[in-house]
């Protein structure tokens, strides 16, 4: 009866003593469990364009539009003025102020504007559009394509450099491009501008930029 009994708690106690050793290393590899970074799932937002938007841009641009100036009429007893014979190309500039709703979408004020010097006069005219325009991006951060279109005034004005007043022409216009934000903050954007300015021609401007755009 005792030999029974001396091997029933040998038993119990060589079970008690491996389940001891047995727990360390369950509860070690539970602690390491724990300390495993948590995924990020809001990299996205985090980088994102969605709010406040306001970028600037320049580059090179090109009108059609052709400048009134003065030309010999007749015996040269007096003089008229013509249509010039060639558009004029110079200094793109483009602005935006707006809001993001969303990553991938973008509702701005939007000024694009071609500068150059005047052949009849001293001084500059600008060839541009000022009003709404509508960015739709590709994806939801950089790098990515995207489209815009948008309307507003055409304006034709004329500024002397003997003074800052100058002359202006208002009438309808629309515009559309294509850009490609290659980097954060960073893009190259394409502009077509087309004006309804039948007394100036209705003329057409186009404008390639590199644009800085902070979101």
């Known amino acids: 009866m005792k030999p029974t009994l001396a091997v029933i708690v040998v038993l119990f106690c060589s079970a008690s003593l491996c389940q001891a050793q047995a727990q360390p290393p369950a509860r070690a590899a539970s602690a390491h469990a724990v300390e495993k970074p948590a995924p990020q799932t809001d990299l996205v937002t985090a980088s994102g364009r969605k709010g406040f938007v306001i970028g600037v841009g320049v580059g090179f641009g090109a009108t059609n539009w052709k400048e009134l100036v003065p030309r010999t009429c007749g015996a040269g007893y007096y003089y008229c003025t013509a249509r010039d014979t060639k558009g004029r190309s110079g200094v793109f500039t483009n602005f935006k102020v707006g809001y993001a709703p969303s990553d991938r979408l973008m509702i701005v004020w939007h000024s694009s504007n071609v500068f150059f010097g005047s052949s009849a006069e001293s001084g500059f005219i600008t060839d541009g559009i000022g009003g709404g325009s509508v960015l739709f991006y590709v994806s939801e951060k950089a790098p990515s394509v995207y489209v815009l279109g948008g309307a507003g005034y055409h304006n034709i004005m004329h500024v002397s450099s003997e003074s800052l007043a100058g002359s202006n022409t208002f009438a309808f216009g ?42």
Request: aromatic share 16%.
């Open 174 to 215: 629309i515009r559309g491009g294509v850009g490609f934000e290659f980097a954060r903050h960073w893009a190259v954007e394409g502009l077509v501008q087309h004006s309804f300015n039948a007394a100036e021609g209705r003329p057409t401007s186009i404008g390639v930029s590199l644009n800085w755009i902070w979101y």
